[in-house]
């Protein structure tokens, strides 16, 4: 029932409604934009209703839970990028990737069963390492959260898969407004939870804010896999396809693993140091930066476009232009906010959390200014050497990156508290990304000059 529901309804937009008004490029941007801000939103309101109706240890459990989604989501060895760019190679030359959709869904869902399995007997050794902060829940209740969420997380994940389907048959809008649906309802899911009062509220706060966001893509998937595997004919042909979608996979799976090391490596590390309360004060105080940073993230997307073509037509002059531009108004923006947070940070965290006592420090804020600067200095060359398909730094140091996230997080956090998390991030950037990434541009730009003399 939910299938006929999702799909359908989303493909009957895409190719009906409003593809007649709008053209594919501003569709898809539109849609993403919304999708960012309606994910942002519902996570402000997430924090608000969980810590309400939880309470302040149970929504630190809540948040670390959550936070492994993006370790779980690795599940899929890149599956669905390689797989969104055979899709397009075949549709520049004109043939049919029938083979390759089939070829998504068949080894998700391989990949799906056997991480839960996996997961299934890992659980009740790791669940109690990782939630060991938190002395109110027994073993066994440990085990089963962990495991719920970590088999959701993968089904998301997994699931995911469709959506770089989707984005490779340029309905992209799809890929924007189904995960952003999803979380409406996961958010309306964890109202009817705290209204209902269930005496396990952790547990169940966990399934209706996440099934949502698993079930959607997957039922989405596997209609398409459904309608997609009567074309294809041959199993030797769809073995082989599977095959090779998963050895280019495992190089982009490769790279996520890295950037997970540096960027999301810092919840881990609070679960074995840290409180209920550092949780929370962190939790809350990111988040809020955190909608700083998205607005200036999403004019480097912008950016990244107009980089690519003005180095592709070597207009050198135009892009410096707009690197120091977009610098400078970058870090008087994250400046400004910083500022202004300091006096404003009191109000958010009353509103996000009332009943709770939460006190953000203010030496806490200026150093997570300095973070979101130091941000906005790395993410922007990042976005200039993307554009131009200069990849071999970021393989060169993100890995390192990642080392050093790591152990210097493990290092400070027991020392400095949530100071040693943000100063171990920090640190991960000064030493590698933030003048590694400006030098191999500027290396870029004498080449790219020298060949125009």
């Known amino acids: 029932m939910i299938g006929k529901a999702v799909y359908p309804m989303c493909k009957w937009l895409s190719e009906k409604a409003i593809r007649s008004y709008l053209p594919t490029h501003l569709l898809v941007a539109a849609s993403a934009w919304i999708s960012r801000a309606v994910l942002t939103l519902t ?46 190679e075949a549709r520049a030359n004109g043939r049919s990737y029938d083979y390759f959709v089939a070829a998504g869904g068949i080894m998700a869902a391989l990949l799906l069963f056997l991480t839960i399995v996996i997961l299934h007997f890992a659980s009740p050794f790791i669940a109690p390492l990782f939630l060991k902060q938190f002395l109110f829940l027994d073993g066994e209740e440990k085990s089963r959260l962990f495991f719920v969420a970590g088999a959701l997380s993968v089904g998301a994940g997994l699931g995911g898969v469709v959506y770089k389907i989707w984005y490779a048959e340029q309905k992209g809008h799809l890929s924007n407004i189904v995960p952003a649906a999803a979380s409406l309802c996961g958010l309306a899911g964890l109202v009817f939870v705290k209204h209902m009062n269930f005496a396990n509220g952790l547990f169940f706060s966990l399934l209706a804010y996440m099934v ?30 599977c095959r090779f979608a998963l050895k280019r996979g495992v190089r982009f799976w490769c790279f996520t693993v890295m950037a997970a090391g540096v960027l999301q490596i810092d919840y881990v590390i609070m679960s074995q140091f840290l409180g209920p309360q550092d ?33 592709a037509k070597k207009q050198w002059e135009r892009v410096v232009h707009y ?21 404003l940070m009191p109000v958010a965290v009353n509103l996000l959390s009332p009943r709770e006592n939460i006190i953000v420090p203010l030496g806490f804020i200026i150093l997570l200014g300095g973070y979101q600067m130091l941000r906005v200095w790395t993410d922007t060359f990042s976005t200039l050497l993307q554009s131009m398909n200069e990849l071999f730094p970021l393989w060169l140091f993100v890995p390192l990156q990642a080392l050093i996230s790591g152990g210097l997080q493990w290092y400070l956090t027991p020392r400095l508290g949530i100071y040693g998390v943000l100063c171990g991030l920090i640190g991960s950037f000064v030493f590698t990304v933030s003048w590694g990434l400006p030098v191999a541009a500027k290396r870029r730009y004498k080449l790219d000059m020298q060949e125009t003399l």
Not at 43 to 52: D, E, H, K
Not at 214 to 221: A, E, K
């Open 43 to 88: 996570q402000f309101a997430v924090v608000r209703i969980v810590l309400s109706g939880l309470g302040l240890e149970k929504y630190a459990v809540f948040m670390l839970l959550t936070s492994l989604t993006g370790w779980f989501s690795l599940s899929d060895f890149g599956i669905g990028a390689s797989i969104q760019n055979y899709i397009s």
């Open 212 to 241: 949502p966001t698993t079930l959607f893509p997957l039922i989405s998937l596997a209609w398409k896999e459904l309608r997609n595997l009567r074309e294809c004919l041959s199993i030797d042909d769809l073995l082989y396809t």
């Open 279 to 311: 949780i929370a004060t962190y939790s809350i105080s990111t988040k809020v930066f955190g909608l700083v940073f998205f607005i200036y993230n999403a004019i480097l997307l912008a950016l990244w476009p107009v980089f690519s073509e003005h180095i």
């Open 323 to 343: 690197l120091k531009e977009y610098l400078v108004f970058g870090l008087a923006f994250v400046l400004i906010c910083t500022f202004a947070l300091i006096w």
